[in-house]
């Protein structure tokens, strides 16, 4: 289909390893977010990229967290030392249009998510 | 300031109740608020949303009402189905998207 795809579904981790998550946005869309969902919660933003630049990152819960889409499309989610508070489903959506301002253009289509469990 | 306030946690009903799940949040410069569903392991999805200047949004058995001087908006599932059994989110916008914290909802036969 043509949705929003990201890999690995499920990853395991030990305590201190790096993992990077993978985001295939819809073709064409501009915008491209991360949110992070912890069990039971709904998903909390994360950070936020327009084309290639990251233009809101204020959500990453700490500097071990890093976020890329280089070329403007895919976007890989790094998380470096991972600890066990970073166990949640990470969700990547995009849109179609520029920013967040609300509307038919700027529906936000989420991707599957990618479970991370750290031991 | 920045929170979205959701209730009830769950939800049980019979099939043709109407489930209503409620939101309130502080903001005032929030200026869009959608509705999403989620099944098990999947992502969120759109449901239906609205804008404050509308008092009430309809899209097939999706109702959204919004109370804009009480900060409160809800939805209502009229003639519920076991499908629509999953997560419901209300969540609200500025910059960027805020979730409530989520209602699950049972349909019974």
């Known amino acids: 289909g043509a949705g929003v795809s990201q890999s690995p579904r499920y990853k395991v981790a030990k305590r201190g390893q790096d993992v990077a998550l993978r985001c295939d946005p819809i073709?064409?869309?501009?915008?491209l977010f991360w949110y992070q969902q912890a069990l039971g919660q709904g998903p909390e933003f994360l950070t936020y990229?327009?084309?290639?630049?990251?233009?809101?990152k204020s959500g990453l819960p700490s500097d071990r967290f890093f976020a890329e889409r280089p070329e403007g499309s895919v976007s890989t989610l790094k998380i470096q030392r991972t600890q066990q508070e970073d166990s949640a489903v990470y969700l990547c959506?995009?849109?179609?249009?520029?920013?967040?301002?609300?509307?038919?253009?700027?529906?936000?289509?989420f991707g599957p998510g990618t479970r991370l469990t750290v031991l | 300031q920045q929170q979205v306030k959701q209730s009830p946690q769950s939800l049980i009903v019979q099939k043709g109740g109407i489930p209503i799940i409620n939101c309130a949040y502080e903001?005032?410069?929030?200026?869009?608020f959608p509705w999403y569903q989620q099944f098990p392991g999947k992502g969120p999805a759109l449901l239906i949303a609205?804008?404050?200047?509308?008092s009430e949004k309809k899209e097939g058995r999706f109702t959204i009402s919004f109370n804009k001087s009480a900060k409160q908006f809800s939805l209502h599932i009229m003639d519920s189905q076991p499908g629509d059994s999953a997560t419901y989110f209300c969540?609200?916008?500025?910059?960027?998207?805020?979730f409530g914290t989520g209602t699950r909802l049972q349909v019974f036969p």
């Open positions: 959506a995009s849109s179609l249009a520029q920013g967040v301002a609300g509307g038919p253009q700027d529906t936000q289509y």
């Open positions: 073709s064409g869309h501009v915008s």
């Open positions: 990229f327009q084309n290639e630049a990251q233009l809101d």
């Open positions: 903001n005032t410069a929030f200026d869009y």
């Open positions: 609205i804008r404050p200047d509308v």
């Open positions: 969540a609200a916008n500025t910059d960027k998207l805020i």
